[in-house]
């Protein structure tokens, strides 16, 4: 917790010095969940452990953090706040959105098949077509468009990622028992 206590803090004062502080967010953002997995298991798979936070750092980052900016980039230009679409511009932005949440999807497939209770294929399918629906469709929208927008629309999808996946692995848990049972 102190650890993310500090990189928040370098993460607000790296605001006009350099557009890295967006991995800074990524790490304090992903720190939180993995916590919450030490909460349930005090020895976690350093494998799992892994793949869940670049699953969660590259959803962050294309999902909440260029697209927030995205919406704020006139304000930052004004304040001469060191972002990536502010430093990089509309172009390369855009493309380092679809490439991490591309990035991001791609794990979660690996993620839903390697998770201690793996999801059936159905599930795990579903869990990827949820991210392809949320976050990969709007960011090849923003990407085309570079609009405004389109990155709030981005951002507000992308953030019912983790809710929506909550029905599908409840779904699978239950599947799993009546098998078994």
Known sequence: ???GCILETGYCLLLRVSHLRTLVSGIVKTLGGLAAIFAVDASPQPGLLLLIFFWLFFWEIGGQNVPADWHDIEEDTIMRART????FGPKIASTIVLVTLTISLILSGILFRSVPLPLPLPFSTAAVFIGFYLFIIPAWNLFKTRDRDAAAVLFNRASWYP???LPIALTALI???IAIG
């Open 163 to 165: 809710c929506a996946l």
């Open 1 to 3: 917790m102190v650890i």
């Open 175 to 177: 599947w799993k028992n």
């Open 84 to 87: 990536v679409p502010v430093y």
